[in-house]
């Protein structure tokens, strides 16, 4: 028994041990974050300054930093040898009486024979970076463009200003083949723009041949490679023969170069650079954000998501052009049905549609004879209707690059635009299986599946993540909805409910048997089995509730993805992710936040017992706009209106409205603040007299765990304890308060609160204070020995002499290459930063 004990005692010393040594890394981790984060910090606001309205080389994005300020200004000057045939085109030919920004640079760059990439949001005049060159310099600029449609689509646009220009494809017939290879070689140059798909540079020897000709005459001018992110596998949209084009690099490797992609990371350009050989590019970077474009999430009930869609169309768009993205050919066909049976003139277009009639359905967009094109991802590339007003999405796309490429149609001319897409349970886990075999696939899946499920964070800081670029909320100018609802969300604890749930996973799996979503949903909702039904505790949330907490943990890795092939599909299957048997931890906990824009009594009620709510009516007290919604909800429902999800569209914009009629916020955007306001007012006139009714929207996100307090430092706890009112989760809002005597009983205090009141304290912070009671006991702990040793030592050794105290403080365990002053130094970081968190 005594051994027992020692050999327990022994081993929890050791882990003891193990668990300060952690902490010290991460103390070290912690403190060279912030050294890095300070120095990037530094490094943007050097390269802020240096083009306030680009990044150029340089910046995180670039693959070298070799482009100052001053190169960028030479370059945006017009007093270069060609300039003023540069700027006689631009008008003549092009029509455009000034550059856009960063055009002018890439243009002068290009001429001066510079390698480069342009990174540029869809629909800001790429395309004129090349041509406009191509017309000032002698032969042909060779274009590799990676769609037919959009080769056609550049030369009916070229051919309309007078442009020759041809294209050299698979459908090409022998006589124009010969004629463009035989202009390839014509001093005359009889087009100035060739366009090539790069399967046609992979596979035409007779071309490859006739280039190494035109370049040996001088006349290959200038190679563009357009969508030049197809060339990296880690790209969104990776095409296999793009990695051969590093062949006109090395055969051509006088010519310049220029890659064009809208949605290129910093990692995609490095490679896109390797696979071209190209040597030292110039990357310009313009900023990603298009201002004019109202960023939205709204939850999808695949029941009655068509209707939603066409309230938006009659109302809110009367008249505009727009573009409703789809998942599959069959969703464009019955979508589109759907939509013309609600008198709406819509057409489907996909890939499986005969050439012809796809031309057909995008001229009659084009002019306008057809309102909204419904279409898959087929529709994308190339479309450069200017007037687009509305991009929906029926159905989330498959990464945060392929929304931002395809939201980004709308709104060409700068004019005020909306992109909403509407998130689906369901749909998730097609696309899962559909990106199944990509390298990432999952995981920018879920990185756009976070994008919608985002509650607090704004929409444009969640995309510049991906694009590597730093944001400020404050330039959203409220374009999107997170950012003009503010903190309309609350906070609960889910810890229970996931427990729930995942025991259903577990449980099915104990017996052999493997559970879709849908069937994990349906039998947390009691509706499997009746044999299944007695095993499970069924839960009384909503099924957009149930299907939220499942969102939640398969992105923080409770659940994991589990696919199954047969010959014909692919399953997608639910199973324990790598953090589930932390649940088993009673101190383990997971909060979420929800969005309540619009709550029923019946919701608040609901998600205030399963979180522990003290006091729901303090939450919906607080907005006005939730009760005078409910007002008029009650209102129509007196006179028996249709009572169809679409309520949340109109309700929604009611609370729009208000907040925006509070609050000017836009200051450079009154114009288009204006017009939303009277689009939304027109569709709500029209959206709310068909359908209203209240539901609850709610989104998850953070999560924490509470570790069992033993020691407690007092004040943090008061202020922790003294923050309920805030309703925000802001941690500069909560007010510190006197230390108390009872530690024991506010630590327990704390923890009820954060369960009890989590809409009213910020769970990250409760987690910083948690975390600062741990380093402060630690801290003080291994002062308490710091002191004691080296009393003891210098009362046996001289005074001063302070190699004398390494040994006896070899018993202090920290990391080797640790010294005392680091350690310590890194233990006090770690503290003032998480009193930072919570002050
Ligand atoms: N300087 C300019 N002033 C006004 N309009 C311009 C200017 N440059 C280009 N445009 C217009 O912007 C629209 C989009 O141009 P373009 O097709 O080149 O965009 P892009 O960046 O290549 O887009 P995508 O990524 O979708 O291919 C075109 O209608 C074009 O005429």
Redesign the pocket.
């Known amino acids: 028994m005594a051994n027992n004990i020692d050999d327990a005692q022994a081993e929890l010393d050791s882990v003891e041990a193990e668990l300060e040594v952690v902490e010290l890394q991460i103390s070290e981790l912690l403190e060279k974050q912030t050294k890095l984060n300070s120095r990037k910090n530094k490094l943007l606001k050097i390269l802020e300054g240096a083009c306030s309205s680009a990044q150029p080389s340089g910046s995180s994005k670039a693959p070298k930093p070799s482009f100052s300020k001053q190169d960028l200004q030479h370059y945006e000057e017009s007093d270069f040898s060609w300039s003023k045939e540069v700027q006689a085109k ?1 008008c003549s030919v ?1 029509q ?5 920004p960063l ?1 002018q640079a890439a243009i002068n760059l290009s001429m001066s024979g510079k390698d480069l990439f342009l990174v ?10 090349y ?1 406009l060159p191509a017309l000032c310099s002698k032969g042909f600029t060779l274009v590799i463009a990676p769609l037919v449609s ?1 080769m056609e689509d ?1 030369l009916m ?1 070229l051919k309309s200003i007078n442009v020759s220009a041809v294209t050299l494809n698979a459908s090409s017939t022998k006589e124009d083949s010969k004629q463009i290879l035989a202009g390839m070689i014509d001093k005359n140059s009889p087009f100035k723009l060739l366009y090539v798909t790069p399967e046609k540079i992979a596979k035409s020897k007779l071309l490859m041949s006739k280039l190494e000709k035109a370049y040996n005459m001088g006349l290959l001018a200038r190679i563009a490679v ?2 030049v992110h197809c060339c990296s596998q880690w790209g969104h949209d990776f095409r296999p023969d793009y990695k051969l084009l590093g062949i006109l690099k090395r055969q051509f490797p006088n010519v310049p170069l220029v890659g ?3 949605t290129a990371t910093s990692n995609v350009l490095k490679d896109c650079q390797k696979i071209l050989c190209v040597q030292e590019p110039i990357t310009l970077t313009a900023p990603f954000n298009r201002p004019n474009l109202y960023y939205e999430v709204r939850f999808k009930d695949n029941e009655d998501c068509t209707d939603q869609i066409a309230a938006l169309i009659r109302g809110r768009y009367k008249n505009q052009s727009g573009i409703v993205y789809v998942f599959s050919q069959k969703d464009a066909e019955v979508v589109a049905t759907d939509l013309q049976k609600r008198d709406i003139l819509a057409q489907p277009y996909h890939a499986n549609m005969e050439p012809s009639d796809k031309s057909l359905v995008h001229q009659r967009w084009s002019s306008k004879k057809i309102q909204v094109v419904v279409a898959t991802v087929a529709f ?5 209707k ?1 007037d687009v007003r509305f991009v929906i999405h029926h159905t989330i796309s498959k990464s945060i690059e392929n929304y931002y ?1 395809e939201s ?2 709308a709104g ?2 700068d004019g005020p635009a909306d992109c909403i897409v509407f998130f689906g349970f369901m749909d998730i886990f097609r696309i899962s299986t559909m990106v199944v075999m990509e390298n990432t696939g999952q995981q920018k899946l879920q990185n756009m599946v976070a994008y919608c499920q985002n509650v607090d964070r704004c929409r444009r800081a969640m995309m510049a993540i991906h694009f590597d670029e730093v944001w400020n909320d404050e330039e959203c100018n409220q374009m999107c909805d997170v950012c003009r609802h503010g903190n309309d969300y609350i906070t609960m604890d889910i810890t229970q409910h996931a427990r729930d749930v995942v025991e259903i996973v577990e449980m099915a799996a104990s017996m052999d048997e493997k559970l879709t979503p849908l069937k994990v949903c349906e039998a947390w909702m009691g509706k499997g089995p009746a044999k299944r039904r007695k095993m499970i505790k069924v839960t009384s949330l909503s099924r957009l509730e149930v299907e939220s907490i499942i969102i939640h943990l398969l992105l923080h890795g409770y659940f994991s993805e589990d696919f199954s092939f047969t010959p014909y599909t692919t399953y997608f299957y639910l199973k324990l992710g790598r953090k589930a048997s932390l649940l088993k931890n009673g101190g383990h906990s997971i909060t979420m936040k929800m969005r309540r824009r619009v709550v029923s009594h019946a919701t608040v009620k609901k998600v205030s017992e399963s979180a522990g709510e003290k006091s729901s009516a303090k939450v919906e007290g607080k907005r006005p706009a939730d009760s005078d919604n409910k007002k008029s909800v009650a209102k129509k429902d007196g006179q028996a209106v249709d009572t169809q999800e679409e309520a949340e569209t109109a309700l929604i914009d009611v609370s729009n409205i208000e907040r925006h009629n509070k609050t000017k916020i836009y200051k450079n955007h009154q114009n288009i603040e204006k017009r939303l306001a009277q689009n939304h007012i027109e569709s709500l006139a029209s959206e709310a007299s068909e359908y209203v009714k209240p539901t609850s929207v709610f989104e998850v996100d953070v999560e924490v765990n509470l570790v069992q307090e033993q020691n407690c430092a007092c004040e943090e706890e008061k202020g922790l304890k003294n923050a309920p009112e805030q309703q925000s989760s802001s941690p500069k809002r909560r007010r510190k308060q006197p230390p108390t005597q009872n530690c024991a009983a506010n630590a327990n205090q704390v923890k009820a609160d954060l369960v009890s009141t989590p809409s009213e304290v910020s769970i990250i912070s409760a987690a910083a204070v948690e975390e600062l009671h741990h380093l402060r006991s630690y801290y003080s702990k291994q002062l308490r020995r710091i002191n004691y040793i080296s009393q003891e030592h210098l009362q046996s050794s001289q005074p001063g002499m302070l190699t004398c105290m390494r040994e006896p403080f070899k018993s202090l365990r920290f990391p080797s290459r640790t010294t005392i002053a680091r350690g310590a130094r890194n233990l006090w970081t770690r503290v003032s930063m998480r009193r930072k968190l919570i002050q």
């Open positions: 631009l092009f455009l009486s000034k550059f856009r055009q540029m949001p869809t629909g800001r005049g790429k395309s004129l970076c041509q959009l550049q646009y357009d969508e064009l992609t809208a994308g590339m190339g479309i450069d200017a490429q980004g149609r060409r001319d």
